[in-house]
């Protein structure tokens, strides 16, 4: 018999599907708001401009959290529009609490795998931006294998990106940050825009936990490369 597994669609998740608690507030705000703001998982490309209803730069968003960072930088800078995309329910209904609440109309939803919607939504050559601000660290040794940022990630990534488009990871661990910048380093097609970390630029708004941080003298790395023209 002939094993027809395919193995390309089996990936180690960065990830724990734990989903904590829901509050009415934003179980009510994925009730009413994801059917206009989110867009269903589907294994095949997704029309970025027809699914913001312009043509506009493109920024994929990797784990937003809570989403408050998300929308700060969506209302500052409504000439791009932002494909968010986070696996938490409470962090879906609190980003479309915003949305609704600040009147944001250049947020659309995802709420799937990252790897999937990558390989499968996201067409080449599409995206002039990609955030990834505070990905889970998996600090224990023997879990850093789970961790997003590794080369063949960062080749899809730079696969979906358009000639000079951007990555920006942004870390409070360390052992992590240099673990991407290495692995950003290592890949052909990409330049860095500053000599290893780069400021903070200023459309990343500082977390109110990573300001508490700051405080306590725990740092934060930047890292911001861009893809090389053809």
Do not use: C
């Amino acid at each position: 018999m002939t094993d027809t597994t395919d193995f390309s669609r089996r990936h180690i998740r960065s990830f724990v599907l734990r989903q904590g608690r829901v509050s009415p507030a934003q179980q009510r705000a994925v009730d009413t708001l994801l059917p206009r703001f989110g867009i269903p998982y589907a294994a095949h490309p997704l029309d970025l401009d027809q699914a913001f209803g312009r043509a506009a730069p493109k920024i994929l968003e990797i784990g937003f959290g809570m989403g408050d960072s998300t929308a700060t930088v969506a209302l500052a800078h409504p000439e791009n529009d932002y494909l968010a995309l986070e696996v938490h329910t409470p962090g879906v209904g609190n980003l479309l609490k915003l949305i609704d609440a600040q009147q944001i109309g250049n947020i659309r939803i995802i709420q799937h795998d990252a790897v999937e919607v990558l390989h499968d939504m996201i067409g080449d050559a599409t995206l002039d931006g990609v955030h990834i601000f505070f990905p889970d660290p998996w600090h224990k040794a023997r879990h850093n294998k789970r961790r997003l940022i590794q080369s063949p990630f960062v080749a899809q990534l730079v696969q979906k990106l358009k000639p000079g488009g951007y990555i920006h990871v942004a870390t409070d661990w360390q052992n992590y940050a240099e673990q991407v910048l290495r692995v950003l380093s290592e890949e052909s097609s990409l330049e860095n825009t500053a000599t290893d970390y780069a400021p903070r630029p200023d459309y990343r708004p500082l977390t109110k936990f990573e300001q508490r941080g700051l405080r306590l003298g725990h740092g934060v790395w930047d890292l911001v490369f861009r893809k090389k023209p053809d």
